[in-house]
């Protein structure tokens, strides 16, 4: 059993940076491929992010790619997503998730490929 808990939210501008963090109990942490997800009212979950569990590997949406960064520290338990250059369409709850799957033909990408899930942290890009 994976426990995770986001942090890291809040109001930021448009143009802005803001990181979240995503705490995992459990030592099988290392184990685990991570990713991150958001979501809007009325929407379905969205992928954002995906790291692979020794942080070799890393993928991205198209529409978040060369903005955002994920990453991990194994050692804390921690992954970490590093948004920059906000955008008022990144307005979202943002969840974290853990899979234990070792092979997705769909790159975790799909919200059904993962686990465990946070409670979600909800981020907020003004103009």
């Known amino acids: 059993q994976v426990e995770l808990v986001e942090s890291g939210g809040g109001l930021v501008q448009a143009g802005g940076s803001r990181r979240l963090s995503c705490a995992a109990s459990?030592?099988?942490?290392?184990?685990?491929?991570m990713g991150w997800f958001r979501q809007t009212p009325g929407k379905e979950r969205e992928f954002v992010a995906h790291?692979?569990?020794?942080?070799?590997?890393?993928s991205y949406a198209d529409n978040v790619k060369s903005r955002f960064t994920i990453y991990r520290d194994n050692a804390e338990s921690t992954v970490y997503l590093q948004m920059n250059s906000l955008k008022r369409d990144d307005t979202a709850v943002y969840y974290c998730?853990?899979?234990?799957?070792?092979?997705?033909?769909?790159?975790?990408?799909?919200?059904?490929?993962?686990?465990?899930w946070g409670q979600g942290t909800q981020v907020t890009v003004s103009s």
């Open positions: 459990g030592r099988t942490f290392p184990n685990y491929h």
């Open positions: 998730a853990g899979s234990g799957l070792t092979y997705s033909p769909r790159g975790y990408s799909r919200a059904d490929e993962y686990d465990y």
């Open positions: 790291i692979s569990p020794s942080g070799g590997i890393t």
